[in-house]
C-alpha cells in the first residue's frame, strides 16, 4: 500500500484498547488507596527498592505508559496521514508535555502545602486547582452557536485567571522549615508520563514509524540507563538533578517505545491486516521481552523503584501480553459486553487520575469547614487495613470509577 493510500484508509477503532486503559486505571485507583496500609498481602503492594522482585502493583505504571506508546503511534501517524504540517504537530507535543510537567508538579507538592504561609487551606486550594484543571483542558461539545463559544472560552480564561493566582499564593514547607514556593524533588506519575510522552514522540517523528528504527531506539534507551548505573553519565549531573535522565529518558522511555512497536501494527497501512499475523507477532514480542528482561536480570535486577533495564522489559513483556489477550477476546472474538464499564473509563484516563485528589480534597475541605470528622465517613477501616481496610478501598475505588463513567458519558472529556 502506497502513502497515498494510506491516507485514504479510515483508522481502525480498537475496542481492546479503551478496555485495557480502563482496566489498568481500576487496579491503579484500588492499589493507590490500599497504599501504606497494614496486612495488605505483599502481591498488592510495592516491592521494596532493594528487592528482586516486582509485583502486580509495580505492573501498574508500565500499564500507563505501554498504553500510552500505543496511543502515539496511532495519534502522530493519523496527523502525519491527514496532512498536519510538522510544526503543528510539535507544537500540539510541546504544549501536552509542558501541561503533563505542569500537573505533575502541583502533585508532588502537595505533600508540602503549607495552609499557614498560602493563606488558604489545602483542601480549597487543591479543589480550586483541579476545577481550573478541568476547565481548561476539558473537551468542550463543538457548536455553531456563538453565545456557547464564547461561554466556553470565558470559562477557559477564567480558570486560567484563577489558577495563575492560585500558583502566585501557594507556598510550602521545606522539611527544613523553609518556606518554599514549587520545588521539583521529582516529576510525579504525571510528569515522567510528560517526559516520556516527549522523549519518544520525537523519536516516532524521527524514524517514521519504522519498525527496524523503534527497535533500535528501544535498545537504546535500555543502553542509556545501563550506562547511567555505571556512571556514563556523570558529566551530566546539574540535568540529573532535575531529570533522571537515565530512569525517564531510558528504561521508562523504553516502555513507551514498546508501546509504539505495538502500536504500528494498528495504523493504517501498516499491512498487517489479519487478526492472525498481530497475534503472532504481538506474542512473539511479549515474550522476546520478557526473555531479554530475565536475561538481563543479574545485571541490576528487577526493581520498580529503580526502574531497572529488566524491570523495563520484562513488565513491558507482560503488558504486550495483557493487550494480545484484550485484543483477541474484544477486537476478534467481538466479546465485549463485560467492559461495558471499562471503556468510558479508558477514554478518560486524566480525569480519573485526578478525581481521587479531588475527592480527597473534598473530605479535608469538608473537615476543617464543618468540624466533622469526614475522612472517618469515607474511611472507617484505614488503620485496620487488612481484609475491611481492602473492602473499603474496593468501595472508594467503585466510586471514584462510578464518577469517571458519569462525567465519561455525560461526554466531559479530559484531554492535554
Known sequence: MNERDAKTVKPERLACLDAFRGFDILVMTFVNYIA????????LRHA??????????????????????????????????????????????????????????????EGNYSARDTGLSQGLWYFLAYVAVIAIW????????????????ALRIAAVILLLVLVVVFRARAQDG???????????????????????????????????ALIAAMSLMIALYIGSRHGGLDFLAPVNRILDIGRDLGSHAAIVTAGMLIGTLYVPGAGMKRPKERITSMAAFGMGLCLAGYLLRPLHGFSKIKATESYALVTSGICCLLLLAFFVLMDVFKV???????????????????????????????????????????????EQGGLPGMLNAAVMTGLILLITWAVTRAKILLKI
Open 36 to 43: 501504606g496500609m497494614k496486612a495488605i498481602p505483599f502481591i
Open 48 to 109: 521494596p527498592e532493594d528487592m528482586d522482585a516486582f509485583t502486580l502493583t509495580d505492573v501498574v505504571f508500565p500499564g500507563f505508559l505501554f498504553i500510552v506508546g500505543v496511543a502515539i503511534s496511532l495519534s502522530l501517524q493519523k496527523r502525519i496521514a491527514q496532512g498536519d504540517p510538522l510544526q503543528q504537530i510539535l507544537g500540539r507535543i510541546f504544549i501536552r508535555t509542558a501541561g503533563l510537567l505542569f500537573l505533575g508538579l502541583i502533585m508532588v507538592n
Open 138 to 153: 476539558t473537551v468542550y461539545p463543538k457548536t455553531e452557536s456563538r453565545g456557547r463559544r464564547t461561554l466556553y472560552l
Open 178 to 212: 523553609r518556606v518554599t514556593w514549587f520545588e521539583v524533588p521529582w516529576w510525579g506519575i504525571l510528569g515522567i508520563i510528560g517526559w516520556c510522552y516527549l522523549t519518544c514522540s520525537l523519536v516516532y517523528l524521527l524514524t517514521k514509524g519504522r519498525a527496524a
Open 336 to 382: 465485549r459486553r463485560w467492559a461495558v464499564f471499562l471503556q468510558p473509563i479508558g477514554k478518560n484516563p486524566l480525569m480519573a487520575y485526578i478525581l481521587p485528589s479531588i475527592v480527597g480534597s473534598l473530605i479535608g475541605f469538608a473537615t476543617l469547614s464543618l468540624h466533622v470528622n469526614a475522612d472517618q465517613f469515607f474511611w472507617p477501616f484505614r
